[in-house]
């Protein structure tokens, strides 16, 4: 698709023998690549092992960092941005946020852990054998795909051959994903708003509509006798 | 594949779409506009809605339409199942006010949730795309979830709401590794693009078929098919009852159509590979369908696994893979409608000094107290049972001719095996009705004219499809020919 990058993925036309310096650049991409990769799976394995649940969300932002520079990688500067922005600066402030705030005690979540370790661990390793073999196996369509996995052209940008398909040749999924968003907004709202009755609220307009005439009476009042 | 020059595409094809996601749009302004809870109004207004979408539907052209940058198709088999969808989401409607009324759920945010989930039903059926597909199903199941947990003070309408949410997200997760591998081996997610990468070769390619599998299972859990069944139950019990006959009316008719678009159109050329999934689902469901339901206290529960059991015998149509089964499933699909909608306004009925009840042991005497509706029960039964001269005989039917044909005889003996057990726990409904002694005093007299309505309506076709079955099986076998184009 448009988002694919530098990194020709298919050998569409033969190979040619690398040069020297393609053969380097080359080697400092897959250099990076296994770094990232490495700290992402690492980090992961973090997220859900730590003791401490705010040491999890930074691992899961350390995570999302490395995602983000797989993402530089493959040339798709826009999703790498997007991954930061939205997954670290919103979705993962917002988890530390709520487990600072929530006093939740993760001990007492883990503890049947040790009951459902045995099973889960040979369904895990079931289907990591398989996704192993699966892999291993692994070909491609390659005349259906080669088309479809041409890069964009170099002068558009990244951002901007995003921009070019998502509003006019998927438009329809870009309207349904905002009718998604709403569901989820209506399905928030009716979820946790309770109308409370009763309630002293401060109201503005109340406020400046009230008139110095109409609350106020100046009262003249003799020695010794006081208000009435 | 994108052409270079961007042409807008035309939007007429979208028109119902658009007509519904602007009424929806409209009636949350009108809600919230009017801060007085005016249920009654936003809800007639859905329901009207949805009808007339129904019929802008039904006057679409014969011919298969791809639309929207091909990511929307609009042939036969896609109007008939948004023409059911439609109606059965206006009927899961016209049966609520009442209801939610005692049960002080009036909020506008109901009828309204209903037509948005619909609306994602219509695009699952009408997706030509992978990607159309997955926003479908999102845009259809967030409303269900939220509707689930509409009770929430209740505890086991807020346990329903989470666990139908948590296994929803588990199945959209299976669904999309399935697509990611598709899309990996084909290059594109359009469907007619798919049918074409997809051939009998690509079925030798490990990973083409466990993304057909993985995608198969996630739409199996929205069909709520056995080994993918176990949150059926309790959400069938935990939610409300209005929502719960939502829930077994229409997602599923959605979600089946969606299995026969996919099967017959990207993955016709890997029947081998398919065939014993489908195989797989149906004989599980119907086997949980007959032996669960047997001990089963509650009228909601029961229905619940009497409805994984329907799926089995609807998938056992598709397993056959020819022109009769997909119409046996339509049909199949269509009375199943039917009896499920008089099977819950029964259900809502069931009320004693104003008060919900759902045990089956509350229909005891009903017989006395009410003959009309434990009558009307008996025939709903009946016709679940696969009674002649029942609809739901003719149902099942149709699917063991279509696996007759297709020669899968151990198929066709295991699903009369199925029918004979099931049969034997809606009898006991009716022996309960009709034999039984009440423990307590008799139910309410229903005073509600729609629940009445749907019920005479449900029995009516039940009992006379027989004299007329041309126009529903002409119907039918147009949807299914389309689907083989």
Redesign the interface.
Known sequence: MVTAGKRNWLPISKPTRPTGKERQQTMIESLFFYVLSGVLVLSALMVISAQNPVHAVLFLILAFFNAAGLFVLLGAEFLAMILVIVYVGAVAVLFLFVVMMLDINFAELRRGMGRYLPLSGLVGTVMLVEFFWIFSKWTSDTAAVAPHMRHAPLEVSNTHALGQVLYTHYAYIFQLSGLILLVAMIGAITLTLRHRPNVRRQEVSRQVDRHPKDVLRVEKINSGEGVS | ??PPV?V?PSLAV?FPLIFL?GMSLML?LLGVARKTEDFKSVNNLAIFSLLAVAIVVARFSDERMEG??G??VSDPFAILMQIMVLVGAAVALSMTPRYVERERLM?I?YP??VM?ST?GMM?MITSNDL??LY??I??QS??L??LA??Q?DTVKSTEA?LKYFILGALSSGMLLYGCS?LY?????TNYT?LQ??LTAE?GM???VV?GMVLLMIGIAFKLAAAPFHMWVPDVYEGAPTSVTAFFALVPKIAALALMIRLLSGPFENMVDQWRQVIIILSVLSMAVGAIAAIAQTNIKRLLAYSSIGHVGFALLGLAADNAEGARAVIVYAMFYMVMTAGAFAIVLMMKRKDRMVEQIADLAGLARSQPLVAAAMTIIMFSMAGIPPLAGFFSKLFVFQAIIDAQLYALAVFGVIASVVSAYYYLRVIKVMYFDDPADEALDRSNDPALTGVLTISVAVLLFFIILPTSVLTWAREAAAALAQ
């Open positions: 594949m994108i961007f807008a979208a996601a949350l929207l940058n990511l929307f909020r945010e309204i949730l948005l609306l695009v990607m159309t926003l479908g999102e845009l967030l409303p979830y939220v947990a509409m929430r709401g591998l990996g081996y084909a290059g594109t693009a074409l990468a690509a390619a490990p990973g466990v």
